[in-house]
Structure formats: structure tokens, C-alpha cells
């Protein structure tokens, strides 16, 4: 159920530019909705591609792509949170129809495009969270992978099939959310409502528990996570050392430990 006191703003429709797969009923594949009320910070990135299974085909990358970089450049979206508007399924992978009518080149171009985009949601600059209340194969899988956090109901199929199709990468085995979070690929498993929106109310609870943290810290705390992963050790505490020093100068973080002394909830502004 949603919180009763949480306002909810119309989806907001991106359009895509000079792309020819077939649209999602109301006309956009990719749609965006920033909560309001007591979840206000929380961006919802909704995937409606029904006809295709939220397969990725070009409209809906397109799509995808210019949402996001939209989204990068404002400081109000504190947790983004990715889900199907299709019951059951976060995204079937590649739209191979549409994949089989593309020459070699534009094949290549297209695989290029789709790295680019799995890129930008790996390196989105506030936490990311995929809810997969549905089946999440192929690049549905990698997008999820991109993503920071992953929720999933214990009743989804995920797996990398590409193999199977004579792609890669992948290694053909299909998974349950169940054993998924056994082997640690998602970090949530939650049994499936009547509703079918499981891992997304579960996913809205993670993001609820980030929106009281203080947005430019929380930023920060990614670049130096995402950073440090890439390199050894002292250079890991050198990058931590950089953002750390970035943050001395905030307002929110004078208003963290003004808090803490006068034993009251902070007021972060992300300044």
C-alpha cells in the first residue's frame, strides 16, 4: 500500500528524438514521476513498454538516456528508483526483433549506445535502486547491475542469458530472486504481494531511509565508494581524503553537528 500522506505527482513523459520502435500505450517508454509530500527527493523512473516486455530497443534507450541526463543536473532528485510499469517483468533484455533488421554497424553502434547507458546509471551521481518485481534478463539484468541497490521479489527471474542467443556477455543460467540474494546479486528478496509491486515498496522503504541523510555527503560517499573500488588501497583513502574535503565547507554539514549538539533532527538543504 502507499503511504497515505505521500503526494503523488502526474508521470512525466520524456520524448525521444529521431527513433523508430514502436511506443508504449500513452505514447512514452521511458516516463519520470518526482514524489511529493514526505517523500519528496525521491524520483521514480517508470519503464512502459508493454508490447515488448520493456525490451531495450531504441525509443526506449533513447529515452532512457535523455531522462537521465536530465535527472543528472538536479540537486532535488536525492534517490532514484527505477521500475516496470509491465506486470511482471523489470525488462526482458534486448529487443532482438528490432536488433535482427539492424545491419552490422548500426549493431555495433547500438551495443556501443547501450554500454553508454549502463555507464550513466552506474555513475549517477545520487544512490540508485531497481526494483524487479518480474524478469530482469540480459541488459534488464545489467541495467539492474548498475544500478547501487537491488530489490527483488523472491518470485523474479533474472539471469544472463545472452549465450543462449548466441550473444555475450552471460553464462545461460536463469536465477530466482531467491537464489539471487543467496549469492549476494541482489541485496533484498521479498516475497511477491497480490498487487505485484513487492520489490518496488520494499525499494521506496530503502530510499525512504536515505532521504534524511545528508544529500551532499551522500553524493560524495558514491564518488569515493565508486572511485575507491577501482584502484589500491592508499590511492582508495586519497579519493576518500578529496571528498571529504569537499564537504568541510557545507552548510549541512555545520547543520549536522549543530544538531547533534542541540539534541534535534538535522535540516539538511544540500548546500
Request: with cysteine.
Amino acid at each position: 500500500m502507499l503511504r497515505v500522506l505521500c503526494l503523488l505527482r502526474p508521470w512525466r513523459p520524456l520524448r525521444a528524438r529521431g527513433c523508430a520502435s514502436d511506443g508504449a500505450v500513452g505514447g512514452s517508454e521511458i516516463q519520470v514521476r518526482a514524489l511529493a509530500g514526505p517523500d519528496q527527493g525521491i524520483t521514480e523512473i517508470l519503464m512502459n513498454r508493454p508490447s515488448a516486455r520493456n525490451a531495450l530497443g531504441n525509443v526506449f534507450v533513447s529515452e532512457l538516456l535523455e531522462s537521465l541526463a536530465q535527472l543528472r543536473e538536479d540537486w532535488q532528485v536525492r534517490v532514484l528508483l527505477f521500475r516496470s510499469g509491465v506486470k511482471g517483468v523489470f525488462c526482458a533484455g534486448a529487443d532482438l526483433k528490432e536488433r535482427e533488421q539492424m545491419s552490422e554497424a548500426e549493431v555495433g553502434v547500438f551495443v556501443q549506445r547501450l554500454r553508454g547507458l549502463m555507464n550513466d546509471i552506474a555513475a549517477f551521481p545520487a544512490p540508485t535502486i531497481a526494483a524487479m518485481d518480474g524478469f530482469a534478463l540480459g541488459g534488464g539484468l545489467e541495467l539492474a547491475l548498475a544500478c547501487d541497490l537491488r530489490v527483488a521479489a523472491s518470485s523474479a527471474i533474472m539471469g544472463l542469458i545472452e549465450t543462449t542467443r548466441g550473444l555475450l556477455p552471460g553464462a545461460g543460467r536463469r536465477l530466482s530472486g531467491t537464489e539471487a540474494h543467496a549469492l549476494g546479486l541482489v541485496n533484498h528478496a521479498v516475497a511477491q504481494n497480490e498487487e505485484g509491486d513487492a520489490a518496488y515498496q520494499r525499494a521506496r522503504a530503502l530510499a525512504q531511509e536515505i532521504l534524511p541523510q545528508a544529500p551532499i555527503a551522500v553524493r560524495l560517499g558514491k564518488v569515493a565508494i565508486d572511485r575507491g573500488m577501482e584502484v589500491d588501497i592508499a590511492s582508495g583513502m586519497a579519493i576518500e581524503g578529496m571528498c571529504y574535503a569537499q564537504n568541510i565547507p557545507t552548510r549541512d554539514r555545520l547543520e549536522g553537528m549543530a544538531a547533534f549538539r542541540e539534541k534535534r533532527p538535522p535540516k539538511f538543504v544540500g548546500k
